[in-house]
């Protein structure tokens, strides 16, 4: 049974799968062995528990086909955090006693499997059976006497799956268990609705802390220490480092550039003659091919400049390089559509399908339909009686009716077989096609402003330092470091600047962080483990590079294995020292029977904001969330100032003058539950998350595969 050949058509599971696996059959027996060993490579621990370099690149090839956009950097970042948080959580279950059992496995394997999407392990109802697929499991293990490399490529697919499916497993008991009895309740979501919905209109002054401490009550330093020692129990102590970081950037040479030059010119030549842009493309360039037609406002500027004067099928466009970023398209197709349509609709939905209101199954859902739209091919004026007697569709009090849908704004999930925005359509014309939601008869009630749509094949490609480019920088790098090795920290970062590196100064760093402050590199993490190594001492320097070539040279700085984090300390302090001598002051002179915002405004030198609208459920005020602020507004009375109020970014006095509610009370709260529910959940296990990371001994050893 050629199972390669049946997966084939699903591009996704090639690649996180298959490409991965023929590896083996391509290589020659030295780089094999470098191969297995590099993939049994441990480059990491949680707890004490392994971290391979092949889990690692299974999660990382994973991401990187679902986000295609992003750089390798954060996808390798992001794979290592996936790893980090499957093995905290599945050390949290095994610890609970949560267990994965055989029926659990056979479960997963049945709904969750790459085998649950190949045909022909599937039933006619679309499932899969079972027996099919241990017949085919029982086949496989009787061929390890004739190892072909098809064979041993589906065997390696086979361990993947049954390595990977019990964590995955543990992972989702564990947290389905501490996400049982999470739920909002529908009071909160009635007062969540309200909130939404509640407004207030005022008038107020603002002061930021700043402005107050700098003129009207300067905090001395002497007076946060003296609080800071009669309250110490208040404060924790914190284990941080100082780093500090000067970058070589990799930059492509000018002889690079020419060499790309030529190269692109090469390309240019070959894509305008041939006939198979969607292989040129995908092998040369670094988007995939989009096969999608476009109206030109939703083309980029320069090529809607181009197909206005160019929009013959096979003009070429380019090659334009926008820095180091060549760029060539090519218009490989061209159709007239309507721009928007006018749709009815009958929907048959059955068990399968989202949404879906009653048990029918999938076969007899598409039986119906069919009968229903050979019903309405022949008889169209039946259409409107077939909606109210037979679509499941909610809207079909209002006779199916979909609106007017634009076809830039489609719905990817209501995109079907049927293509309603062809100008090959009429008005009254009815199509047949299936969505997640069911199967539609659908009819085109009207159509408007038909207008072209392009597809065109593009071509880009990044100019990157050449060897020789990158071994000039690493010498550089190493000579660099050579003169600095002994140096203090500001002549170090001095010496930099004089030669026009970038650096960073002096980056205050937590052992939990994942990401440093304007760093933003896949190393971070990296990084931090080094700075807090047992055997690191003040002045250390060490050199990272970058999967871009680039090179960052990092100073610690300062170790603080236990102290105070004064600045964080006294950010938040100053306003609570500032509201004390507040108090003592407005005591005096603004007496609360004499309070008038005109007054206060007039004492310091500030315009009063007026009608001011404001919302309870979003709470910003200044550009900041001030919830304390916005839950005076709705509990003081009308048209009297407040006494003071200590805000988050600053001092307030409010004037409320309005509150109203917009809200129409709804039928139901059922989507005010499930987004807070999501929200709740989300937040739990952010939080989980962080904790159980926080918590635990996490050893990082990317930098040496």
């Keep these: 049974m050629s199972f390669l050949e049946k997966i084939r058509k699903n591009t996704w599971l090639i690649f996180l799968f298959i490409?991965?696996?023929?590896?083996?059959?391509?290589?020659?027996?030295?780089?094999?062995?470098?191969?297995?060993?590099?993939?049994?490579?441990?480059?990491?621990?949680?707890?004490?528990?392994?971290?391979?370099?092949?889990?690692?690149?299974?999660?990382?090839?994973?991401?990187?086909?679902?986000?295609?956009?992003?750089?390798?950097?954060?996808?390798?970042?992001?794979?290592?955090?996936?790893?980090?948080?499957?093995?905290?959580?599945?050390?949290?279950?095994?610890?609970?006693?949560?267990?994965?059992t055989k029926k659990d496995f056979w479960k997963a394997i049945e709904n969750q499997s790459i085998y649950s999407k190949i045909i022909d392990f599937q039933d006619e109802k679309g499932k899969m059976d079972m027996e099919k697929f241990r017949l085919y499991l029982k086949n496989l293990e009787k061929s390890s006497s004739n190892l072909t490399p098809q064979i041993e490529a589906e065997k390696n697919i086979w361990y993947y799956e049954k390595n990977n499916i019990p964590k995955r497993i543990l992972a989702?008991?564990?947290?389905?268990?501490?996400?049982?009895?999470?739920?909002?309740?529908?009071?909160?979501?009635?007062?969540?609705?309200?909130?939404?919905?509640?407004?207030?209109?005022?008038?107020?002054?603002?002061?930021?802390?700043?402005?107050?401490?700098?003129?009207?009550?300067?905090?001395?330093?002497?007076?946060?220490?003296?609080?800071?020692?009669?309250?110490?129990?208040?404060?924790?102590?914190?284990?941080l480092r100082n780093l500090s970081f000067v970058f070589f950037r990799s930059y492509p040479s000018l002889d690079d550039e020419k060499n790309m030059d030529?190269?692109?010119?090469?390309?240019?030549?070959?894509?305008?003659?041939?006939?198979?842009?969607?292989?040129?493309?995908?092998?040369?360039?670094?988007?995939?091919?989009?096969?999608?037609?476009?109206?030109?406002?939703?083309?980029?500027?320069?090529?809607?400049?181009?197909?206005?004067?160019?929009?013959?099928?096979?003009?070429?466009?380019?090659?334009?390089?926008?820095?180091?970023?060549?760029?060539?398209?090519?218009?490989?197709?061209?159709?007239?559509?309507?721009n928007s349509v006018l749709l009815s609709h009958i929907l048959i939905s059955h068990k399968e399908a989202i949404r879906y209101s009653n048990n029918r199954s999938k076969k007899k859902a598409k039986k119906i339909a069919k009968m229903i739209y050979d019903i309405v091919v022949k008889n169209p004026d039946k259409f409107n009686s077939l909606i109210m007697e037979k679509s499941d569709d909610f809207i079909k009090k209002n006779k199916g009716n979909l609106g007017w849908i634009k076809y830039e704004e489609q719905n990817e999930s209501f995109k079907g077989s049927f293509d309603f925005f062809s100008s090959k359509n009429k008005k009254g014309t009815?199509?047949?096609?299936?969505?997640?939601?069911?199967?539609?008869?659908?009819?085109?009630?009207?159509?408007?402003?038909?207008?072209?749509?392009?597809?065109?094949?593009?071509?880009?490609?990044t100019l990157n330092p050449s060897k020789k480019t990158e071994e000039i920088l690493y010498q550089k790098v190493v000579q660099f470091m050579k003169e600095n090795k002994n140096s203090d920290l500001n002549t170090f970062i001095n010496n930099a600047r004089k030669k026009r590196y970038e650096t960073i100064f002096l980056k205050e760093i937590k052992n939990y962080q994942w990401n440093i402050n304007d760093l933003n590199t896949e190393l971070d993490k990296e990084i931090i483990n080094w700075s807090y190594e047992q055997n690191r001492k003040e002045g250390d320097i060490n050199i990272f590079s970058t999967s871009n070539k680039d090179y960052i040279i990092v100073f610690l700085s300062k170790i603080q294995n236990k102290g105070f984090p004064i600045e964080e300390i006294k950010n938040n302090l100053?306003?609570?020292?500032?509201?004390?001598?507040?108090?003592?002051?407005?005591?005096n002179v603004i007496k609360n029977k004499h309070r008038n915002l005109e007054k206060i405004a007039s004492h310091f030198s500030k315009k009063i904001k007026k009608s001011y609208k404001i919302n309870f459920y979003q709470s910003m005020i200044e550009g900041y969330k001030e919830p304390k602020v916005i839950g005076y507004t709705?509990?003081?009375?009308?048209?009297?100032?407040?006494?003071?109020?200590?805000?988050?970014?600053?001092?307030?006095?409010?004037?409320?003058?309005?509150?109203?509610?917009?809200?129409?009370?709804?039928?139901?709260f059922y989507p005010e539950i499930e987004s807070l529910n999501g929200d709740l959940r989300k937040h739990v296990l952010e939080k989980l998350g962080n904790v159980l990371i926080e918590k635990s001994e996490i050893k990082d050893y990317r930098k040496n595969i």
């Design 574 to 587: 100053i306003p609570f020292l500032i509201k004390k001598k507040m108090d003592h002051y407005i005591s």
């Design 19 to 100: 490409s991965i696996s023929l590896i083996f059959f391509i290589l020659d027996p030295n780089i094999l062995m470098k191969f297995i060993t590099k993939n049994s490579t441990i480059i990491g621990k949680v707890n004490g528990d392994n971290i391979f370099s092949k889990e690692y690149l299974d999660y990382f090839q994973f991401l990187k086909r679902f986000r295609e956009n992003e750089a390798d950097h954060y996808l390798k970042n992001d794979a290592w955090k996936l790893l980090v948080h499957e093995k905290v959580l599945n050390q949290q279950a095994k610890k609970l006693g949560i267990q994965s």
């Design 634 to 668: 709705f509990s003081s009375k009308l048209h009297e100032t407040s006494k003071p109020i200590l805000g988050e970014k600053g001092l307030f006095f409010i004037r409320p003058l309005k509150r109203f509610n917009i809200s129409k009370k709804p039928s139901y």
């Design 430 to 461: 009815i199509g047949f096609t299936e969505t997640k939601f069911g199967y539609h008869i659908i009819r085109i009630d009207e159509i408007k402003d038909i207008k072209p749509t392009y597809q065109l094949a593009i071509i880009i490609k």
């Design 172 to 239: 989702k008991k564990y947290v389905e268990m501490l996400m049982y009895g999470l739920n909002t309740s529908f009071m909160e979501a009635q007062l969540n609705y309200r909130d939404k919905n509640l407004f207030s209109i005022i008038d107020y002054v603002f002061i930021p802390y700043s402005e107050i401490e700098k003129k009207y009550y300067k905090i001395k330093s002497h007076e946060i220490y003296d609080y800071i020692n009669k309250n110490k129990f208040l404060y924790k102590k914190e284990n």
């Design 262 to 338: 030529i190269e692109i010119k090469k390309l240019f030549n070959k894509f305008k003659f041939s006939n198979y842009n969607s292989t040129i493309v995908s092998n040369q360039s670094e988007k995939p091919f989009d096969e999608n037609f476009y109206l030109k406002k939703n083309l980029p500027i320069v090529l809607q400049h181009f197909v206005e004067k160019q929009n013959k099928v096979g003009s070429m466009f380019g090659p334009i390089k926008d820095n180091n970023i060549y760029i060539m398209a090519k218009l490989t197709g061209k159709k007239m559509v309507y």
